[in-house]
């Protein structure tokens, strides 16, 4: 089975500074997608970024860029220019290969991130 | 509507009652999703429809959590015999499409079970 493992539970970072956190994750597939979600307090999640396993170039949005490694198993997320906004739980999700049979996204456990003024 | 919705935003019950948690998906979304969240834990996979049908039931713990969608919108979770241990944030997405690879969230539901 898939499995998610977040092992950073809390990371600080001061503002306009940049942060990783990091994320890995099980799987017997070659073609998956993977995502990070944002939690703000009110409970509401926002995707921040997507990477489909196919595609080797990572994805960037904005200030949040992945460094995905592929043969490591490995999805880290980059804030760059921290701000007050970022502070949050964040959410590394992997999700099936249209092939499987199956359309479920399986989560991590979080990182909360304080973003220090 | 412009978001998911989930009512009620809190519900508290007594250990033994029945509770239904309401999901209203993003307008035309075929794929709805259902996610438990228990404090200072991740999203727990419980189920996910497209259209009316339930495609993927395995995350279901037992014969007490039961989901509907009979118009292929607005779903329905409902738990029996309630327990303390359902205390937690459900939370209820939905997607354009299964393929989509996207999922718009609600804010939860949190239930608590006295």
């Known amino acids: 089975a898939q499995t998610v493992t977040q092992s950073q539970p809390e990371m600080s970072v001061q503002e306009a500074e940049t942060v990783t956190l990091s994320c890995t994750y099980d799987t017997s597939e070659s073609d998956y997608y993977l995502f990070w979600y944002k939690q703000p307090p009110s409970r509401q999640m926002i995707l921040v970024i997507r990477?489909?396993?196919?595609?080797?170039q990572n994805a960037t949005e904005n200030r949040f860029s992945v460094n995905f490694q592929k043969a490591a198993k490995s999805f880290s997320l980059k804030i760059s220019d921290s701000q007050l906004g970022d502070a949050a739980m964040y959410f590394c999700?992997?999700?099936?290969?249209?092939?499987?049979?199956?359309?479920?996204?399986?989560f991590g456990t979080g990182t909360r991130l304080k973003v220090l003024a | 509507g412009a978001g998911v919705s989930q009512t009620p935003s809190n519900k508290v019950t007594e250990k033994g009652k029945y509770v239904e948690l309401r999901c209203d998906p993003i307008?035309?979304?075929?794929?709805l999703y259902w996610y438990r969240q228990s404090l200072g834990q991740g999203p727990e996979f419980l189920i996910y429809?497209?259209?009316?049908?339930?495609?993927?039931d395995s995350g279901l713990p037992n014969d007490r959590f039961f989901a509907v969608r009979p118009e292929g919108s607005v779903s329905t979770l409902k738990i029996q015999r309630t327990e303390r241990g359902d205390s937690a944030v459900y939370l209820c997405?939905?997607?354009?499409?299964?393929?989509?690879?996207?999922?718009?969230f609600g804010e939860g539901s949190r239930l608590t079970v006295l």
């Open positions: 429809f497209q259209g009316t049908g339930a495609a993927d």
């Open positions: 990477q489909e396993a196919y595609k080797q």
């Open positions: 997405a939905s997607s354009p499409t299964l393929v989509a690879g996207e999922l718009f």
């Open positions: 307008s035309g979304h075929t794929a």
């Open positions: 999700a992997y999700r099936s290969p249209t092939t499987s049979g199956t359309y479920k996204y399986i």
